[in-house]
């Protein structure tokens, strides 16, 4: 069990450029989620799957953001377009059921939009 | 929808008890989390409740009262490696999301 990976941990990019995130879960695990966080704040949802399939999207992913997980195992995060207020904490996390023991997350991936 | 509150600041001394307080509002409730995360760091899992009660882990316990939408993280024989935001989240609505609260950033002094 190597966690959940991230890649990659910090990325600064230019307002307008097209960035993206992998996310390789904890391999018995099925299910992967998306988070934000920004500074004090908690980590805000943004979408999980089950597998391949995309189960649930938050409001807040807005037409600029896609997720894909292909085949069920690793997950790209792609931002189009960047803003400003894209700048966050990107978190990854993976789980094996829907009950038990919440999520293992990974170390996230950093973002700066300048 | 969901609503946490728990309270932004705490500060304690060395080798006291702490009890950090959280209080929701779900359109369902399936189990209650509490994450510690150290500044700069993911989130970590601490503890689960589903049922009413106490649960105990080593230096940490974390109570659940469903009918109150209340539960706490207690923390005991605070070292000072336990500074930390710790975050309180409630998986609920029918989905399997979890839904945090802004977290407690605890400050351990000497």
């Known amino acids: 069990d190597t966690g959940v990976s991230q890649n990659p941990r910090h990325k600064i990019t230019k307002r307008g450029q097209n960035v993206t995130f992998r996310c390789d879960p904890i391999?018995?695990?099925?299910?992967l989620y998306w988070y934000r966080q920004t500074l004090g704040q908690g980590p805000e949802f943004l979408t999980y799957f089950q597998n391949e399939a995309q189960l649930e999207k938050s409001r807040l992913l807005s037409d600029r953001f896609s997720a894909e997980r292909p085949k069920g195992s690793f997950s790209t995060l792609e931002i189009q377009r960047t803003e400003q207020g894209d700048s966050a904490m990107y978190l990854c996390?993976?789980?094996?059921?829907?009950?038990?023991?919440?999520?293992?997350f990974g170390s996230g991936t950093r973002l700066t939009v300048v | 929808g969901q609503n946490i509150d728990q309270p932004t600041e705490m500060t304690a001394t060395e080798g006291a008890i702490v009890q950090i307080n959280c209080t929701y509002q779900?359109?369902?409730?399936?189990?209650l989390f509490w994450y510690q995360q150290h500044a700069g760091e993911a989130p970590t899992f601490l503890s689960y409740?589903?049922?009413?009660g106490l649960e105990e882990k080593g230096r940490f316990s974390s109570f659940l009262s469903r009918s109150k939408g209340y539960s706490y993280l207690l923390l005991k024989e605070l070292q000072m490696k336990d500074s930390a935001s710790y975050l309180c989240a409630v998986r609920g609505g029918g989905g399997n999301k979890l839904t945090f609260g802004t977290g407690t950033q605890l400050k351990v002094e000497l």
């Open positions: 409740n589903v049922l009413d």
């Open positions: 391999s018995e695990h099925n299910r």
């Open positions: 996390a993976s789980s094996a059921t829907d009950r038990g023991y919440g999520y293992t």
């Open positions: 779900t359109s369902g409730f399936n189990g």
